[in-house]
């Protein structure tokens, strides 16, 4: 079977890589909670910026 190889920039890889260490962490977090998780909490530890809701 033929190896393929996928070309990305240093910092496309680099981002891809924080992204799964930031996923892995939240998981460990969710795993580990027993109440509800905020929206707040979830958008801190994945990276973004939670938007408020206009009721």
Do not use: P, Q, W
């Amino acid at each position: 079977m033929e190896e393929k190889t996928i070309t990305i920039s240093v910092e496309e890889y680099k981002k891809m890589l924080a992204t799964s260490v930031r996923v892995e962490l939240f998981a460990d977090y969710v795993n580990g909670e027993k109440y509800s998780i905020s929206r707040e909490d979830c958008g801190k530890f994945l990276g973004f910026k939670v938007m408020e809701h206009e009721e």
